[in-house]
């Protein structure tokens, strides 16, 4: 048990209300609420002068108040104002809802005010600024300031003081890592590094602070895969299979031919179910490359071995689409083989019926989301286990799952595209196939990289393809607007596009939504009753939509190459041309360059390879690569590094100590027992 599993409501100033809110960001512990780390940090620039102010540009000014500030009121609205005046101009200044600020705001005071500036009736304005003296924003220069992802209701700097109250005090954690690794590699100490993510002095404490959080990340996670790989090494399978022929004659009568790296991938895992030992294979293939129909031959070689084969996918409608695209191809090519749902949504009855039928073998094939590993569910003879998109499971779940059956065979289908010699970490106790080749039929996507000022023409572009009967996804970074950080957001953009696109059903969806609503909105986008689906990353792995044509990514900087296409990989799935268009709102340098790799490639190993040559140690602000894994703050890409020194460190800990029973190791065991209990913990059996 960790020190500080207190509550989050025994910080001062957080009852119910506040708790509840914290909750709704993963928040329930004192612990999660340490972990909860910034997700970019803010400096505050020295003041600049008014007449250097641009729109959309987020900075200080400085300046004399010219009047005491006014108070109007519009309908349910109070409206302060006030007007600011330096030696190169005049700044509108407007809060909403505020009045006491009448106080503070007198004619002639000196006031430092710091904000996002827009234009309103063309005139520059600076709206909800913050405010300090002149002493206090010189203090506040000194510092980074986090930023963190928030919730209505629930604002950055009301999360700061809680996490500040947090670390005043908490209960100091032991030291885990072996003093000999920590001194090799110069990581900061344990306690030190939670208090400096959270507000480092400056980048360089910051960065320390970083590298040993990144390396604890890769250091547990690597220690509980071997642990794994041990456990499973060279097993006898009790499953051992035999090849049917049906599967061969069904691979001639699919209405496309498979192509030649399907083939050897099915070879190979056939070759594993008939070998007497217990498969573990991740297969690694590319969005759109045919991976699912490798699983559903897989599954019905289970079946035809007189065994239960078990899928268990991310998403309940994601599960539902595999469930009727199995039931659809069953039916057309007479194959008598039944397959039964399991979602946690389904009804009482709905699951007691699917229950049943699982556990008198009625049914031969399982398709559902992790409600597949409740303990209701009872299987009669569990061989094959497939997880779609594992990095949003990870090592326990799959242990879990496995755990069902008499030690089934194990496949992981995954289509983010890592270079091999990070999968081979990543994944060390799998073998790896890889389906590097896509299938003839498929038209590649278009790509275009635009800046802010192309957007009116994408906004025609995407009502010409509606017009033609096809739909549109627009990804934004962020779910709702944030003060501290300039990105498009979903509920605003929605709002924009209605008004640029009358007459267009447009729908948004975020990952704050309950699962029934989400849901909802993705049957009715695929269902065709949704025209242009603005969302967050949370379709990312989504269902396959293939009326949508086009992918219009905002602040397309903000996102790292291997998830842009995994966002583009949403559309391009049907008979018709798709596009995806990338919007770079920023001006860093290099930005440029990374987006053009994708711009000329639609090969999600290329790029994956390309944008490893591209990012520098320290490159993490801004661009998360692979967050969808069980790393908070450690990228794959970006860390590539550490992940190979941790990946020797704990091979030569284990060869040293395999089961970590030396005294010095005592804490370091502790920790991955209870690092493996949270990976079980988060499927909240």
């Not at 979602?343 to 073998?361: F, L």
């Not at 409740?374 to 799959?398: C, M, P, S, W």
Request: negative net charge.
């Amino acid at each position: 048990m960790r020190n500080n599993e207190e509550s989050i409501r025994t910080l001062k100033g957080i009852g119910d209300k506040t708790g509840k809110l914290f909750e709704k960001l993963g928040v329930y512990t004192v612990d999660d609420l340490l972990g909860y780390y910034p997700r970019a940090y803010h400096t505050y620039e020295a003041p600049v002068p008014i007449g250097e102010l641009k729109t959309d540009m987020a900075g200080a000014v400085e300046g004399i108040l010219q009047q005491t500030a006014s108070v109007r009121r519009f309908q349910h609205t109070q409206v302060i104002t006030a007007s600011l005046k330096d030696g190169t101009g005049t700044l509108q200044l407007t809060w909403f809802n505020m009045p006491f600020l009448r106080n503070t705001l007198q004619a002639g005071t000196c006031h430092v005010f710091y904000g996002k500036v827009v234009k309103k009736n063309n005139r520059l304005t600076m709206e909800q600024p913050e405010i300090f003296t002149r002493e206090a924003y010189e203090n506040m220069t000194e510092t980074m300031q986090p930023v963190y992802g928030q919730t209505k209701g629930l604002g950055n700097k009301a999360i700061t003081r809680a996490v500040a109250q947090a670390l005043d005090s908490r209960k100091m954690e032991r030291e885990y890592l072996p003093a000999s690794i920590r001194k090799k590699y110069e990581l900061a100490e344990y306690n030190y590094a939670i208090e400096h993510i959270h507000f480092p002095e400056n980048r360089q404490e910051l960065l320390f602070a970083r590298k040993r959080l990144v390396f604890d990340e890769f250091f547990l996670f690597l220690l509980s895969v071997r642990r794994l790989k041990e456990e499973r090494e060279d097993r006898r399978s009790s499953h051992v299979m035999k090849r049917a022929d049906r599967i061969r004659e069904l691979t001639e009568r699919l209405p496309y031919e498979l192509t030649g790296a399907q083939k050897k991938v099915l070879e190979e895992v056939e070759r594993d179910m008939t070998g007497g030992l217990i498969m573990n294979r991740l297969v690694q293939g590319d969005v759109g490359s045919g991976k699912t129909i490798i699983a559903v031959l897989a599954l019905l070689m289970a079946a035809y071995n007189g065994c239960q084969g078990a899928m268990m996918v991310p998403t309940e409608v994601l599960a539902r689409q595999h469930f009727e695209s199995m039931k659809e191809l069953f039916e057309a090519q007479g194959i008598d083989r039944v397959p039964v749902l399991v979602t946690g949504s389904m009804t009482a009855k709905e699951k007691r019926e699917a229950y049943e039928k699982i556990r008198n073998h009625e049914a031969d094939i399982i398709v559902g989301t992790h409600a597949l590993i409740q303990e209701k569910v009872v299987y009669d003879n569990l061989a094959l286990v497939i997880t779609d998109e594992q990095h949003r499971f990870g090592v326990g779940q799959r242990e879990m799952l496995g755990s069902k059956g008499r030690e089934p065979h194990v496949m992981v289908m995954s289509a983010t595209p890592i270079p091999r010699t990070l999968a081979i970490i990543l994944y060390g106790d799998l073998d790896i196939s890889v389906i590097d080749e896509l299938p003839s039929n498929r038209l590649p996507i278009k790509n275009c990289v635009v800046d802010k000022g192309y957007r009116k023409n994408a906004y025609a572009f995407i009502r010409r393809q509606i017009q033609e009967g096809r739909q549109a996804y627009v990804i934004c970074p962020m779910v709702e607007a944030s003060e501290m950080i300039e990105a498009e957001n979903v509920l605003d953009y929605t709002k924009t596009l209605r008004t640029e696109l009358p007459g267009l059903e447009i729908q948004y969806l975020h990952g704050k939504m309950k699962g029934k609503e989400k849901n909802q909105i993705m049957e009715r986008f695929a269902a065709g009753e949704i025209q242009i689906l603005v969302s967050t990353t949370v379709i990312e792995v989504g269902v396959n939509v293939p009326n949508a044509t086009v992918m219009m990514i905002e602040n397309a900087e903000r996102f790292g190459l291997a998830q842009l296409h995994q966002l583009r990989g949403r559309v391009g799935r049907g008979d018709h041309q798709s596009y995806c268009i990338m919007v770079n709102c920023g001006d860093q340098e290099g930005t440029q360059e990374r987006l053009d790799i994708l711009n000329r490639s639609n090969d999600g190993f290329y790029i994956a390879s390309e944008d490893l040559k591209l990012r520098g140690p320290g490159d993490f602000f801004g661009v998360r690569q692979s967050g969808d894994m069980e790393f908070k703050l450690a990228d794959i890409f970006t860390d590539a590094g550490i992940l190979k020194t941790v990946s020797e460190e704990t091979a030569r800990l284990l060869e040293e100590d395999g089961r970590l029973e030396m005294e010095e190791h005592q804490e370091l065991k502790r920790r991955l027992e209870e690092y493996l209990e949270k990976s079980y913990d988060k499927l909240n059996l």
